[in-house]
Nanobody
């Protein structure tokens, strides 16, 4: 079993920055993909960014150039640096880890960007 714990969310003004962290614990394989997803009220959950254990990244178009995903494999932690935040970035952000045929989610953390 894998447990994911997110931290770093909160309220920020438009144009500001936040850094999200997600620490994974449990039976973690050396090969995996960690990522961030977000879900705004009344909308579906969308992928924001992913990073595999080798460091390859993928970003959704709406965050390219503003958000940066990174990871520390020794700490089983993934980060999301969010700059130039916009009100439309307001959502619950979820951490996800996938390995083998399994995927695990964090409990979610609120990010609110005021205009």
């Amino acid at each position: 079993q894998v447990r994911l714990v997110e931290s770093g969310g909160g309220l920020v003004q438009a144009g500001g920055s936040l850094r999200l962290s997600c620490a994974a614990a449990g039976s973690i394989l050396s090969t995996n993909v960690m990522g961030w997803y977000r879900q705004a009220p009344g909308k579906q959950r969308d992928m924001v960014a992913t990073i595999n254990s080798g460091g390859s990244t993928d970003y959704q178009g709406f965050v390219k150039g503003r958000f940066t995903i990174s990871r520390d494999n020794a700490k089983n932690t993934v980060y999301l640096q969010m700059n130039s935040l916009k009100p439309e970035d307001t959502a619950v952000y979820y951490c996800r880890l996938s390995q083998g045929f399994s995927a695990y989610w964090g409990q979610g953390i609120q990010v609110t960007v005021s205009s």
